[in-house]
């Protein structure tokens, strides 16, 4: 055993830190699993010694059944799991039992009975049995479709439904791939954010693949893109969504590795210019595995000089898990730059060792900027710099926070992957958060780029975009006070978001929610006929919403008092019979405002 073991370890040091092939992933597997097998298998008969019988039953019982786990496991992930449902591959494994009863037991007329009768079971089972009931956990709604993608073990499936498509990971939800008929546009602020701040645009590593937006725009920023995912089955996914990833598999320059990116990290001989992670939380058991101090070691190692690392950090989990997380980033990386991902509840790290140089305009590819184009305004569209410049949370010479009241998260003792998930801090005060001592008021006000006041519309737009941060909650307050006409421009700003993404967007369902809202802002802003004419589109599209019918009252009562009771008659004559609410008629009778600003 002790020359199995060195030699297991030579073979390792001297084979294993180039790419393994399928012959030295076996050769590892038989060294590493003889020691076990012979310790496992000698226990039993050694306790025997006193009785042969038994001991030989003993050690032939236990040969059988460490053959017949490797044999049944083999065949789960070669063959059963990629060709059968769940139900289909239950209803195998309970025919294997039917027939192991039948050959190890008496033959009894009332055990064949019992035999067939299972037996009918299963068949029903694989009849009857739909797949969309072991992947239902939450994640689907009636109406949706389900398509599994199945490879060795690993599995991915893509449920279409009536908002758009979305992935889930073994049954459990991840993300959305297309909503409201527009692609995930916030999964685009990573790949941005890598092109911008990048020094070179010429090699990239994406960790995780998932849908393929982040991939696929970062492919097109970058020369060469190294994309590894972990999942088989997500690498088979990728060709059914071609639209929505770029084309990413056909785009030159892209390599899809099947691969822990750790242990491809570890064995990577080149540099890259960016490592981009946008793999899960650490509290999921298998991302906390790079989320600890060695793995941004790992990552060092493979960056060049003045490479930069993207990660993310949620802003709802646990403070002590992402302490830890942070402590470990500022161990290997001193310097830090935050983003705020707009749309989301997570921030954007990225992890440096110089301070970041000066950042290079960026250029959108057309297909990247119609993705973009509902959630960016237009000039923003033609300098997306200056989107990231407003996300941007800390100047570019901040030194990563280390917190000295938790632990590093380390391998042998990951504190974010129990520790997450268990926090009854949230939701306390911006000085509860990890990021406090970075994002006190003052630096959230003020740019964090030049540390002087912005003019007026890029802090009322800067205010929009961080209005979703849980720590932004009450700030908003702080400005309105310091600016009182700053809540009107945030209004006009969110006006003229909101007509944007209405040009924009194809899904009548979403389109109807933006009239409402234009609506409602145009009212505000003293915009009457914009008001009413939004709130006419959203009752025509939706004649039996109580809300579009009440936001369109309110909007003829408004330019019926300002001077349009003709306008406000008009539309009562023509809407009013089809009025689905009787007390909003008594309400909002709109004659009514005729003879009120007639003075009568």
Wanted: charged letters at 20%.
């Amino acid at each position: 055993c002790a020359g199995i073991l060195f030699s297991g370890y030579v073979y390792s040091v001297l084979v294993l830190t180039a790419t393994p092939t399928i012959l030295d992933k076996v050769l590892a597997s038989t060294l590493l699993i003889m020691p076990a097998t012979v310790f496992l298998g000698a226990t039993i008969p050694t306790l025997t010694l006193a009785h042969s019988t038994c001991r030989a039953m003993a050690g032939w019982l236990l040969f059988f059944s460490c053959v017949g786990n490797f044999v049944g496991f083999s065949l789960h992930s070669l063959v059963l799991h990629k060709s059968l449902t769940w139900s289909q591959e239950l209803s195998f494994g309970l025919a294997f039992l039917i027939v192991a009863s039948l050959i190890c037991q008496n033959r009894s007329k009332a055990r064949w009975g019992l035999m067939v009768l299972i037996g009918c079971g299963a068949l029903i089972l694989i009849c009857t049995w739909s797949e969309r009931q072991f992947y239902g956990l939450g994640a689907l709604k009636i109406g949706d479709t389900l398509k599994v993608y199945k490879k060795a073990g690993d599995s991915m499936e893509l449920v279409k439904g009536k908002n758009g498509l979305r992935l889930t990971y073994h049954g459990h939800r991840s993300l959305d791939v297309i909503r409201y008929g527009q692609i995930a546009s916030t999964e685009l602020i990573s790949p941005l954010s890598s092109a911008y701040f990048a020094p070179r645009r010429e090699r990239a590593c994406v960790i995780g693949l998932g849908s393929g937006i982040t991939a696929g725009a970062t492919a097109a920023f970058f020369e060469r893109t190294d994309i590894v995912e972990i999942n088989a089955a997500a690498i088979e996914m990728i060709w059914d969504l071609t639209d929505a990833n770029f084309a990413l598999k056909s785009r030159e320059g892209v390599k899809l590795i099947h691969d822990d990116a750790r242990s491809y990290l570890a064995r990577f001989k080149g540099e890259y210019d960016v490592v981009l992670n946008t793999a899960s939380t650490p509290d999921y058991f298998f991302a906390s595995k790079i989320a600890t101090r060695e793995f941004y070691e790992i990552v060092s190692r493979s960056l060049k000089p003045d490479g930069i690392f993207v990660t993310w950090l949620g802003l709802t989990g646990d403070n002590r898990a992402v302490k830890s997380v942070l402590s470990a980033l500022g161990s290997v990386f001193p310097f830090v730059q935050l983003l705020f991902r707009s749309g989301g509840s997570y921030i954007l790290v990225l992890g440096l060792r110089p301070p970041l140089a000066n950042s290079k305009p960026i250029k959108l590819p057309d297909k990247i900027k119609n993705a973009l184009a509902p959630i960016l305004l237009p000039e923003e569209l033609h300098s997306p710099e200056k989107f990231l410049q407003l996300l941007q949370l800390t100047p570019k010479a901040t030194k990563t926070p280390i917190p000295a009241d938790v632990p590093v998260n380390e391998d042998n003792y990951p504190v974010a992957e129990f520790q997450d998930g268990n926090s009854q801090e949230l939701g306390k005060a911006p000085s509860s958060s990890p990021f406090s001592a970075l994002l006190s008021p003052e630096t959230v006000v003020l740019s964090p780029v030049t540390q002087k006041p912005m003019d007026e519309r890029s802090l009322a737009r800067r205010v929009l975009l961080l209005s979703d941060a849980p720590w932004f909650k009450g700030l908003n307050i702080l400005l309105f006070d310091r600016q009182p006409n700053l809540a009107s421009v945030v209004e006009k700003i969110a006006l003229e978001q909101a007509q944007n993404e209405l040009k924009n967007v194809n899904y009548e369902k979403r389109k109807n929610v933006l009239r409402l809202i234009i609506c409602r802002l145009a009212l505000r802003a003293k915009q009457y006929t914009l008001a009413v004419d939004m709130g006419e589109a959203a009752v025509l599209a939706s004649p039996r919403s109580g809300m579009a019918w009440r936001e369109l009252a309110l909007a003829c009562k408004a330019i019926g008092k300002k001077g349009r009771a003709d306008y406000a008659q008009q539309m009562w004559l023509i809407l009013g019979p089809h009025w689905p609410d009787k007390k909003l008629v008594r309400d909002f009778h709109f004659p009514y405002f005729a003879v009120e600003e007639s003075g009568m």
